[in-house]
């Protein structure tokens, strides 16, 4: 088990949520705004154990998941009998996650954007092989030689020539936030999704990569119907901590649950955080439906 999980406290806590319900329910009453459950997914390197596809994908939906945001994979046959057996099962592959950071699309050079451009089509085909209709991408990183203008540039000019085939294929692409010092505010996160103008590129908002320069609430009321999925995460500002469960750090869950029921979202929500074993895995579920109902606490 994992150092940041406390096994005593979630005993206690399983304890309370199998044999207190009603109590807890008064206890949360006047903290539960009664919203509309978002689903929940857990991401497939984060599934505890080495068993099969089946035994994984059982187990996630066993911790109380509902679906799975997975990986590309080069086999496309493996990634429909994946995606097909998911379906089956009741936990659904969602999304499919690529980083791009290999090979990202700011870069200046043609060989690394060659690169990039076969590996974006190679995970657009394995989200629509697993009957998925969205794909993460890290769209930008700007670095010592890579301005942020030119990474701005660059990164929209290289995935243009994408967008034909993510329509083709059903899926969006999705870009990412996250600490690759990109798209630092909500108006440019906004403003780099519009300048696409197309509907299949939106926004993949991680709610724990603002915490450390910025509020998660503000950025989702500024970006409204542009997020198309939503990874959580929570954040410590004190010692720059980012790998703490759901309401340990300083994500303030109610008014970012508040944020997105204002922009109609009921879209899924996927966990991002070290691994851990099943008891890891099924308190991050049961904290994962605290922020769902909008609950101020998860005790």
């Given amino acids: 088990m994992q150092a940041e999980f406390n096994r005593r406290n979630f005993i206690k806590g399983a304890a309370l949520a199998?044999?207190?319900?009603?109590?807890?329910?008064?206890?949360?009453?006047?903290?539960?705004?009664?919203?509309?459950?978002l689903p929940k997914a857990v991401q497939w390197g984060k599934i505890p154990g080495e068993g099969t596809d089946e035994e994984k994908i059982k187990l996630a939906k066993a911790c109380g998941m509902d679906g799975i945001e997975a990986y590309p994979m080069e086999d496309l046959e493996a990634a429909k009998v994946r995606g097909a057996l998911s379906r089956e099962i009741g936990c659904p592959i969602h999304a499919v996650t690529y980083g791009g950071w290999g090979a990202p699309m700011s870069d200046p050079g043609d060989k690394v954007i060659a690169k990039g451009h076969a590996e974006i089509e190679n995970a657009l085909r394995t989200t629509h092989a697993m009957g998925a209709d969205t794909m993460l991408l890290v769209p930008a990183v700007v670095t010592d030689r890579v301005g942020y203008k030119e990474a701005w540039e660059n990164s929209q000019k290289n995935i243009r020539p994408m967008l034909p085939l993510a329509e083709e294929l059903g899926v969006v692409i999705?870009?990412?936030?996250?600490?690759?010092?990109?798209?630092?505010?909500?108006?440019?996160?906004?403003?780099?999704?519009?300048?696409?103008?197309?509907?299949?590129?939106?926004?993949?908002?991680?709610?724990?990569n603002v915490v450390i320069f910025g509020y998660p609430e503000d950025w989702?009321?500024?970006?409204?119907?542009?997020?198309?999925?939503?990874?959580?995460k929570d954040?410590?500002?004190?010692?720059?901590?980012?790998?703490?469960?759901?309401?340990?750090?300083?994500?303030?869950?109610?008014?970012?649950?508040?944020?997105?029921?204002?922009?109609?979202?009921?879209?899924?929500?996927?966990?991002?955080?070290p691994g851990g074993d099943e008891a890891w895995l099924r308190e991050l579920s049961r904290r994962m439906d605290c922020f769902s109902q909008g609950e101020r606490r998860c005790s």
């Avoid at 600490?179 to 926004?203: G, I, M, R, T």
């Avoid at 410590?236 to 901590?241: A, H, N, T």
């Avoid at 309401?247 to 991002?272: C, F, M, P, Q, S």
């Fill in 174 to 208: 999705a870009v990412e936030n996250v600490w690759n010092k990109f798209l630092l505010s909500p108006l440019e996160f906004a403003a780099y999704v519009d300048e696409f103008d197309s509907p299949w590129l939106q926004a993949y908002f991680d709610i724990g």
């Fill in 235 to 273: 954040f410590k500002r004190e010692g720059y901590e980012w790998n703490k469960l759901p309401y340990e750090g300083d994500v303030n869950h109610r008014e970012v649950r508040k944020a997105l029921a204002e922009i109609g979202y009921e879209g899924w929500v996927t966990e991002e955080f």
């Fill in 18 to 37: 199998a044999g207190a319900v009603a109590m807890a329910g008064r206890v949360h009453a006047a903290d539960d705004p009664g919203y509309k459950p």
């Fill in 220 to 232: 989702i009321r500024t970006l409204g119907s542009r997020i198309r999925r939503v990874q959580i």
